[in-house]
Nanobody, 121 residues
Framework: VQLQAFGGGVVQPGGSLNLSCAIS????????EAWFRQAPGKEREFVAS????????FYEDDAKGRFTISRDSAKKLVNLQMTNLKPEDTGVYYCGSAPGIFTVVSRYDAWGQGTLVTVSS
């Protein structure tokens, strides 16, 4: 499986950004995907995940109400819509794929290369 994350950039606090993860190489309808964030000097941490059908989603507490994860089956994309961004949202965002929906890094067996999000005034 190959995952490619894109859509990062620089945004001011309170702004919005949409990330996407393009997935190829194995059944898009059989695996769950997630977004993780890694800030400088910190471990990779869970942001949001979605199951294979899109019927179940999980979010980290601070992302609830601000971020929305979704999947586009026609385009084989998993999207992360981020609003009301804060400086602490800054980091490299990675998309991961797993046979089930999880919130821990170790359960994901395939990763994209990451896309940098910087929230700064």
């Amino acid at each position: 499986v190959q995952l490619q994350a894109f859509g990062g950039g620089v945004v001011q606090p309170g702004g919005s950004l949409n990330l996407s993860c393009a997935i190829s190489g194995r059944g898009f309808s059989t695996h769950a995907e997630a977004w993780f964030r890694q800030a400088p000097g910190k471990e990779r941490e869970f942001v949001a995940s979605i199951n294979w059908s899109g019927s179940t989603t999980f979010y980290e507490d601070d992302a609830k109400g601000r971020f929305t994860i979704s999947r586009d089956s026609a385009k084989k994309l998993v999207n992360l819509q981020m609003t009301n961004l804060k400086p602490e949202d800054t980091g490299v965002y990675y998309c991961g794929s797993a046979p089930g929906i999880f919130t821990v890094v170790s359960r994901y067996d395939a990763w994209g290369q990451g896309t940098l999000v910087t929230v700064s005034s």
